[in-house]
């Protein structure tokens, strides 16, 4: 429940009518209509603690806060309706404030290591939080990205996660950083496939075909297409040429080797799109230029090997290749 939420349900929260005579103070709630609940003190101090928190709470939050926590350190024995109310409305601002400094570590500071460990805070205070499931799916990729996969086990967790609330039709209270709900999801996956490429390939290959089904900035990314292209190669490419190779090569021909040579040229059709997409999305960028170098050199090994060591249409492939919808995996 956010704090708006709060004020809210409690109509008005609370209303006060203070007249300070001897040290002496009223607080009025609208606890009834037919009679007014009265707090009597000689405590210049509380009233005027509570007189801060009251008139801050809904204009100035952050002063009602500290005037909450005075309150509430001072009288902390106190178990009337008006301690009860300040301890509701400074768990939730405390809430909200672990809610948001998250996406500070994630998004600004890129502190990944606080970033997971308030997570599980936040999470602890509203497990379906789905603000925090995507900040703590990006914060893995991020992570990812800078050579530190200590957190893929986890961000996958909080990513999947993720998906499956957007999908179901939740949102967040906030897209951003991402510019809505396709580029939200474009980004979970990828995160995903980032995270699965060394364990798991082949699940690897169905991320990023699924991300690029979405709009965003990913389908024009080349680095896109090279994670693609090194799943095809160290998923089903190394797993069906181990297969050929124990049961197949350098043995008469039969149906089921044939079978296997088909398969195997399947995926080496796939890898050659996905490093043709790769090439191509480069362009003449300047950063790019050693990765396409890389790419096209081995894109060219594969497609001589299926083109009877020819080059011919390389050329041509590479130009049309982004123009084209995504293969499906084999």
Same mark, same amino acid.
Request: aromatic fraction near 10%.
């Given at each position: 429940m956010r704090i708006r939420g709060l004020v809210q349900l409690v109509a008005g929260a609370i209303i006060l009518t203070l007249s300070v005579t001897s040290f002496s103070a009223?607080?009025?709630?609208?606890?009834?209509?037919?009679?007014?609940?009265?707090? =009597?003190?000689?405590?210049?101090?509380?009233?005027?603690?509570?007189?801060?928190?009251?008139? *801050?709470y809904k204009t100035n939050r952050d002063v009602a806060?500290?005037? @909450?926590?005075? !309150?509430?350190?001072?009288?902390?024995?106190? *178990?009337?309706?008006?301690?009860?109310?300040?301890? =509701?409305?400074?768990?939730?601002? =405390?809430? =909200?404030?672990?809610?948001?400094?998250l996406r500070d570590l994630v998004y600004s500071d890129r502190n990944f290591v606080e970033a997971f460990k308030l997570g599980k805070q936040v999470l602890a205070d509203e497990p379906d939080y789905l603000d925090a499931l995507i900040a703590l799916g990006n914060a893995g990729y991020l992570a990812a990205g800078a050579r530190n996969e200590s957190f893929n086990a986890e961000a996958?967790?909080?990513?999947?996660?993720?998906?499956?609330?957007? #999908? @179901? @039709?939740?949102?967040?209270?906030?897209?951003?950083?991402?510019?809505?709900?396709?580029?939200?999801?474009? !980004?979970?996956?990828?995160?995903?496939a980032l995270m699965n490429l060394k364990s798991a390939p082949n699940q690897a290959i169905a991320d990023v075909i699924k991300a690029v089904q979405f709009e965003s900035e990913l389908k024009r990314l080349p680095a896109t297409y090279y994670f693609l292209a090194a799943a095809y190669e160290t998923g089903p490419y190394k797993t069906l040429s181990a297969d050929y190779q124990k049961n197949f090569a350098d043995k008469? #021909?039969?149906?089921? @080797?044939?079978?296997?040579? #088909?398969?195997? *040229?399947?995926?080496?059709?796939?890898?050659?799109?996905?490093?043709?997409?790769?090439?191509?999305?480069?362009?003449?960028?300047?950063?790019?230029?050693?990765?396409?170098?890389?790419?096209?050199?081995?894109?060219?090994?594969?497609?001589?090997?299926?083109h009877a060591d020819s080059d011919a249409g390389l050329k041509e492939l590479i130009a049309s290749a982004l123009s084209k919808p995504l293969p499906p995996a084999p």
């Amino acid at each position: 429940m956010r704090i708006r939420g709060l004020v809210q349900l409690v109509a008005g929260a609370i209303i006060l009518t203070l007249s300070v005579t001897s040290f002496s103070a009223r607080a009025q709630t609208p606890a009834t209509k037919t009679q007014t609940t009265v707090q =009597e003190t000689d405590d210049e101090v509380k009233v005027n603690i509570y007189t801060k928190f009251a008139n *801050n709470y809904k204009t100035n939050r952050d002063v009602a806060y500290q005037a @909450g926590k005075d !309150y509430l350190q001072r009288y902390a024995k106190d *178990n009337d309706q008006y301690a009860n109310y300040i301890r =509701e409305w400074v768990a939730i601002y =405390e809430k =909200e404030q672990r809610q948001r400094q998250l996406r500070d570590l994630v998004y600004s500071d890129r502190n990944f290591v606080e970033a997971f460990k308030l997570g599980k805070q936040v999470l602890a205070d509203e497990p379906d939080y789905l603000d925090a499931l995507i900040a703590l799916g990006n914060a893995g990729y991020l992570a990812a990205g800078a050579r530190n996969e200590s957190f893929n086990a986890e961000a996958i967790g909080y990513a999947k996660k993720a998906i499956q609330f957007i #999908e @179901g @039709g939740k949102s967040p209270d906030n897209w951003a950083p991402f510019k809505g709900k396709d580029d939200t999801l474009a !980004y979970l996956y990828y995160t995903l496939a980032l995270m699965n490429l060394k364990s798991a390939p082949n699940q690897a290959i169905a991320d990023v075909i699924k991300a690029v089904q979405f709009e965003s900035e990913l389908k024009r990314l080349p680095a896109t297409y090279y994670f693609l292209a090194a799943a095809y190669e160290t998923g089903p490419y190394k797993t069906l040429s181990a297969d050929y190779q124990k049961n197949f090569a350098d043995k008469p #021909e039969t149906p089921e @080797g044939k079978q296997a040579v #088909e398969k195997l *040229n399947q995926v080496i059709d796939r890898t050659i799109d996905a490093y043709a997409r790769a090439v191509s999305a480069a362009g003449d960028d300047p950063k790019n230029a050693q990765n396409k170098t890389t790419w096209l050199n081995r894109l060219t090994v594969l497609y001589k090997f299926r083109h009877a060591d020819s080059d011919a249409g390389l050329k041509e492939l590479i130009a049309s290749a982004l123009s084209k919808p995504l293969p499906p995996a084999p």
